[in-house]
């Protein structure tokens, strides 16, 4: 095992403290496992808490600031947080104006929100939750019921933040956010395997040669293992698998995200062929995102997520964000 790091037991920990000297506009508690905007709770303002398992940086601390979230929950490596984590990052950004649970669709993660939830509501907290299901892959997997929450936790996250900066109220804030997750489905491919620090080998076996297609964040399996295939055919593949799924009426925000190990390089070249086959569909870009965002530690290979906006999400979008992963317009 060659990585850096310490030893296993410690690198969450050794990563939040490396995050909190990083980034002084962020109060990092190490030991509670909490990352919170310092200028939190902000009036007037609706929160957004989201959170996952560490090893998929820079979500979801890396999201943490004006106009996207306000606070979020690291779990250990592939792991959820626990309630008690999300409950203290509720009461340390709720202003009164109540506050947004975003959660991917992983069973651990929904059973520790919803006991989150439960826990600051008996602390006077208005809690709201979104659930972000928008792999295309499949149906079920290893840690899911239902669709997996990948790609579109990004755009979820930072228009529902964007609604809630502009002071628009909690159920407002909701609904948005339910509208973008509607509005997005993602599919994803890997090129090698994960490596956990606990295991120190890889987490399962993909020859040489080979690719997965409809992998999973975590390493969960895909639709089906084939020999390796050139950017543009992976593209026709994945790109194909969400329009089959999300029928094209409005124009897109794309993202073409790296899970980890995969070069710009790569990406960049990867998203030409991705504009390719969105041109041949006559699909309408608005906007497009590329780089590494919603990761799964060492892996190599990249997910396709596709949003549809209409002028007031791209108007959302488009608004000022200012966090250690995402910035613009501040």
């Not at 106009?67 to 979020?72: E, F, H, I, K, V």
Request: with cysteine.
């Amino acid at each position: 095992m060659r990585m850096l790091i310490n030893v296993p037991e410690t690198v969450v920990a050794d990563a939040l403290r490396g995050m909190a000297a990083a980034h002084p506009e962020l109060t990092v508690d190490v030991e509670n496992r909490v990352i919170v905007r310092r200028d939190a709770p902000v009036a007037g303002q609706v929160a957004l808490v989201s959170g996952g398992g560490s090893g998929h940086e820079p979500l979801h601390g890396g999201f943490v600031g004006p106009g996207m979230l306000s606070a979020a929950c690291p779990g250990e490596v592939f792991t959820s947080p626990v309630p008690d984590q999300m409950a203290r990052a509720a009461a340390a950004v709720d202003s009164g104006e109540g506050v947004l649970f975003v959660v991917k669709n992983y069973t651990g993660d929904v059973l520790n929100f919803d006991m989150a939830a439960e826990l600051a509501e008996d602390e006077g907290i208005r809690i709201a939750k979104v659930l972000v299901n928008d792999d295309v892959a499949v149906t079920d997997s290893l840690f899911t019921a239902g669709r997996r929450g990948t790609g579109a936790t990004l755009f979820v996250e930072k228009i529902a933040g964007a609604a809630a900066a502009e002071g628009q109220p909690l159920e407002r804030v909701e609904s948005v956010a339910r509208q973008v997750n509607e509005n997005s489905r993602s599919f994803g491919v890997a090129l090698s395997a994960v490596t956990t620090p606990a295991k120190g080998s890889p987490t399962f076996d993909l020859p040489p040669g080979e690719l997965e297609l409809g992998i999973g964040i975590h390493g969960e399996p895909g639709r089906e293992r084939r020999a390796m295939m050139t950017s543009g055919e992976i593209a026709d593949f994945a790109v194909g698998a969400i329009l089959d799924d999300l029928p094209p009426r409005d124009p897109v925000l794309v993202l073409v995200n790296g899970m980890g190990a995969t070069p710009l390089l790569e990406l960049y070249g990867f998203n030409a062929e991705v504009q390719r086959v969105l041109g041949e569909r006559g699909v309408a870009v608005a906007r497009t995102l590329v780089g590494d965002y919603v990761t799964s530690l060492d892996m190599a290979g990249a997910s396709v997520t596709l949003c549809q906006v209409d002028e007031e999400l791209l108007r959302l979008w488009d608004a000022p964000v200012r966090t250690p992963a995402l910035r613009w317009g501040m």
